[in-house]
């Protein structure tokens, strides 16, 4: 019985990619490291601390830096990203996201957050959508990041339920491999190529609703 979904936050609830790239790039300029757009794409869904590398071995500066730098780094970028998501508001939440968490609550079903971002608890309230969330799932406790599937894994735990017993929804590439290896049924966000491995794909937010995932479950789950 479907009983919970599982929801990633950027790109799925909201779209921060912007601001995290504002800022990378920012920090990146500072370095003589140019980012691309295209670049960028390549870090949704990866941690603060694997984009930096990213980041700093796409300039050749992967050994510039200690450990201690490398932190200091990474809280330059984020303190500036804390100043930007200070303008998100409830206009942010992407389409049809605010209909389906009424929805899904309207007919029992529990909400989770499994977002790699240690900012997710400061943009669900910015969003006006902290009371949605049954529970969320603090990054910092984890050992791996996505693709790994532990972060699915850790929301069911604290929903008290089993993997089998949920969908989990994503928008990048890395977030599908985590669900699909925490045995959940999967629901891809945007390009269905990038995210051929998803069981189902949508074009954007706007499509879902409770009716088609209950109907996406049906067929898989029979
Ligand atoms: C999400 C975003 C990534 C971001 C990561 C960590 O997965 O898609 O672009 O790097 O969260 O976010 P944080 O707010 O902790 O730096
Ligand atoms: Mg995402």
Known sequence: MLKAIIFDLDGVITDTAAF??????????????ELTEAFNEELKGVDRTESLRRILALGN???????EEKNELATEKNDFYVQLIQQITPSDILPGIARLLVELKEHQLKIALASASKNAPTI??????SESFDTIVDPTTLSKGKPDPEIFIKACEQLAIV???????EDAYS????INDAQMLSI???????LSDADHTFPTTEELTFEKLM???QLHKK
Do not use: C, N
Request: charged residues 25%; proline residues 4%; without cysteine.
């Open 163 to 169: 993997p089998d017993e949920a969908i989990g929804v």
């Open 20 to 33: 995290h790239f504002i800022a990378w790039k920012k920090l990146g300029e500072r370095l003589g490291i």
């Open 188 to 194: 891809g966000i945007g390009d269905p190529v990038t």
């Open 175 to 178: 977030g599908i491999q985590a």
């Open 124 to 129: 669900l309230e910015r969003l006006g959508l």
């Open 61 to 67: 500066q992967e050994d510039s830096f200690s450990e």
């Open 215 to 217: 109907t996406i479950w």
